[in-house]
């Protein structure tokens, strides 16, 4: 079991960074394959970064491509996301996730992970 709290988010102008904490208790993160997913208001929860166990794979939704970035530092068990560039369609709840998959294939689908934060809302303000 491992247990996953966010942090990090808050409220940026348009154009603006942030950078969201992912850090993990229980297992060691190395573990687990993590990923970021984000979720607005009636609508399904999306993929954003995902990131291998070892770091050596990522992968990104194509909105967030070049703009976002996913790093892990298994030393301190956390993983994070630097978001560059933010506009208002990145308005939404984050949440950090963490997969068993064992294959370095970065899964994409909420039903690839069995461990969830509570989220941080990032607000981008125009």
């Known amino acids: 079991q491992v247990q996953l709290a966010e942090s990090g988010g808050g409220l940026v102008q348009a154009g603006g960074s942030l950078r969201l904490s992912c850090a993990a208790s229980?297992?060691?993160?190395?573990?687990?394959?993590m990923g970021w997913f984000r979720q607005t208001p009636g609508k399904e929860r999306e993929f954003v970064a995902g990131?291998?166990?070892?770091?050596?794979?990522?992968r990104y939704a194509d909105s967030v491509k070049g703009r976002f970035t996913i790093s892990r530092d298994n030393a301190k068990n956390t993983v994070y996301l630097q978001m560059n560039s933010l506009n208002s369609e990145d308005t939404a709840v984050y949440y950090c996730?963490?997969?068993?998959?064992?294959?370095?294939?970065?899964?994409?689908?909420?039903?690839?992970?069995?461990?969830w934060g509570q989220g941080t809302l990032v607000t981008v303000s125009i």
């Open positions: 996730a963490a997969s068993t998959a064992t294959l370095p294939i970065v899964r994409i689908t909420t039903s690839g992970y069995g461990y």
């Open positions: 229980g297992r060691t993160s190395s573990t687990y394959m």
């Open positions: 990131i291998s166990r070892t770091g050596g794979s990522t």
